[in-house]
């Protein structure tokens, strides 16, 4: 019976006039024309093929290179790993079902979409609240001298996938419901539904899972800019000194704005639809939060990870011709020589000490490197 819960209300119908028993697992809605599904399907597997290709580039080049396997870069592949995981299920099954223009795969593999995108989507949503505490962390330092150490993001990764867990699994065992949108070819929260249950039910994801991430990113993204800003005002030097700041007031704002404009829209529907379940809206008009949510997982990769000077040259160099990687070792070849013969006109150092000087400058770049997030 529960497959047919989601008539009960009218939440489906597109108005009063509609069929009275359409039903979207079987045939397409009839105010919906055929190219507009197809437009659909042409935009999930450019959105679906984009974001694949990125996550999967991600994940891949961080098991490749050591150096990136850091506890400061394992949120990100969290996210990553988050983001794919949205466009194999849910866009690869939105693809397949504007295809045919109706969910033909049956009620059950709409509540498995259902749950996997909201569940990996939450993931992704947390993922990034995470990774703006963790540059708080690491840049404000309010906890003195601790530093951010594998178990640490580890807990903050098991945190993200328990948290996501406990507040997507609800709609399959009897709190609200995940059905059908609108138009008919995805899967997602029973925002429409005028019951008490699913109300409490939406109003409490919608605040745990959108507004407290949101207002961690923003504290969290809003202290690091005043950090940044105190410290140059101290230096005093309008050069140098200003132009760290500038770079990561350009990088915080861009990050927030891109978090709105993706899922901002879809906050918005949700709470709206949720208040006036009865309210009229045009199925291609209530469709399109849901589509332009979904396109986060192609912007999250571009902002988060090859805006990374680090991740940035790791990926040129997986994937340009290995002269680029012969050219890099003479370079670094050529600097060690040029510190070897300073030390041997100074102070005549021993090789090994030669060496350990190398190792050491490398190292306190790539410290450099973290803790700002050079962009």
Same mark, same amino acid.
């Given at each position: 019976?529960?497959?047919?819960?989601?008539?009960?209300?009218?939440?489906?119908?597109?108005?009063?006039?509609?069929?009275?028993?359409?039903?979207?697992?079987?045939?397409?809605?009839?105010?919906?024309?055929?190219?507009?599904?197809?437009?659909?399907?042409?935009?999930?597997?450019?959105?679906?093929?984009?974001?694949?290709?990125?996550?999967?580039?991600?994940?891949?080049?961080?098991?490749?290179?050591?150096?990136?396997?850091?506890?400061?870069?394992?949120?990100?592949?969290?996210?990553?790993?988050?983001?794919?995981?949205?466009?194999?299920?849910?866009?690869?099954?939105?693809?397949?079902?504007?295809?045919?223009?109706?969910?033909?795969?049956?009620?059950?593999?709409?509540?498995?979409?259902?749950?996997?995108?909201?569940?990996?989507?939450?993931?992704?949503?947390?993922?990034?609240?995470?990774?703006?505490?963790? !540059?708080?962390?690491?840049?404000?330092?309010?906890?003195?001298?601790?530093?951010? !150490?594998?178990?640490?993001?580890?807990?903050?990764?098991?945190?993200?996938?328990?948290?996501?867990?406990?507040?997507?699994?609800?709609?399959?065992?009897?709190?609200?419901?995940?059905?059908?949108?609108?138009?008919?070819?995805?899967?997602?929260?029973?925002?429409?539904?005028?019951?008490?249950?699913?109300?409490?039910?939406?109003?409490?994801?919608?605040?745990?899972?959108?507004?407290?991430?949101?207002?961690?990113?923003?504290?969290?993204?809003?202290?690091?800019?005043?950090?940044?800003?105190?410290?140059?005002?101290?230096?005093?030097?309008?050069?140098?000194?200003?132009?760290?700041?500038?770079?990561?007031?350009?990088?915080?704002?861009?990050?927030?704005?891109?978090?709105?404009?993706?899922?901002?829209?879809?906050?918005?529907?949700?709470?709206?639809?949720?208040?006036?379940?009865?309210?009229?809206?045009?199925?291609?008009?209530?469709?399109?939060?849901?589509?332009?949510?979904?396109?986060?997982?192609?912007?999250?990769?571009?902002?988060?990870?090859?805006?990374?000077?680090?991740?940035?040259?790791?990926?040129?160099?997986?994937?340009?011709?290995?002269?680029?990687?012969?050219?890099?070792?003479?370079?670094?070849?050529?600097?060690?020589?040029?510190?070897?013969?300073?030390?041997? !006109?100074?102070?005549?150092?021993?090789?090994?000490?030669?060496?350990?000087?190398?190792?050491?400058?490398?190292?306190?770049?790539?410290?450099?490197?973290?803790?700002?997030?050079?962009?």
């Amino acid at each position: 019976m529960d497959a047919f819960r989601v008539f009960e209300n009218g939440s489906l119908l597109p108005s009063y006039s509609a069929p009275a028993r359409w039903d979207p697992f079987h045939r397409p809605l009839d105010s919906i024309q055929p190219w507009q599904f197809r437009l659909l399907a042409a935009v999930m597997l450019l959105v679906t093929s984009l974001s694949l290709a990125e996550n999967l580039a991600v994940i891949l080049v961080t098991f490749k290179f050591k150096q990136l396997r850091q506890p400061i870069n394992y949120i990100i592949v969290n996210l990553s790993v988050a983001d794919f995981l949205v466009s194999l299920t849910g866009g690869t099954i939105s693809f397949l079902t504007n295809l045919k223009g109706y969910f033909f795969m049956g009620y059950w593999a709409c509540v498995l979409e259902g749950f996997a995108v909201t569940f990996f989507g939450i993931v992704a949503l947390w993922s990034l609240a995470l990774l703006a505490f963790e !540059r708080y962390i690491v840049i404000c330092r309010p906890l003195r001298n601790a530093r951010l !150490r594998g178990k640490h993001a580890a807990l903050g990764i098991v945190f993200v996938w328990s948290f996501s867990f406990i507040w997507t699994i609800p709609p399959t065992t009897g709190w609200s419901s995940y059905t059908t949108s609108k138009i008919g070819t995805t899967c997602e929260p029973n925002w429409y539904s005028g019951a008490y249950a699913d109300h409490t039910y939406i109003i409490t994801f919608f605040t745990t899972c959108f507004i407290v991430p949101l207002l961690v990113i923003l504290v969290s993204y809003g202290k690091l800019v005043w950090k940044l800003k105190k410290v140059s005002d101290a230096q005093g030097r309008l050069g140098a000194a200003r132009r760290p700041e500038r770079q990561v007031t350009r990088m915080v704002v861009f990050m927030i704005v891109a978090f709105l404009i993706c899922w901002m829209p879809y906050a918005t529907f949700s709470i709206l639809v949720t208040a006036y379940p009865s309210i009229e809206l045009d199925p291609c008009v209530a469709a399109i939060p849901a589509f332009f949510s979904k396109t986060a997982t192609v912007y999250n990769p571009v902002i988060y990870v090859f805006m990374n000077k680090q991740f940035r040259q790791c990926l040129i160099q997986m994937f340009s011709c290995s002269a680029i990687g012969t050219a890099e070792s003479n370079m670094k070849l050529t600097s060690e020589r040029a510190v070897l013969m300073q030390g041997r !006109r100074g102070s005549k150092r021993t090789p090994m000490a030669v060496h350990s000087t190398v190792l050491k400058r490398k190292t306190g770049d790539e410290h450099r490197a973290d803790d700002l997030w050079l962009f």
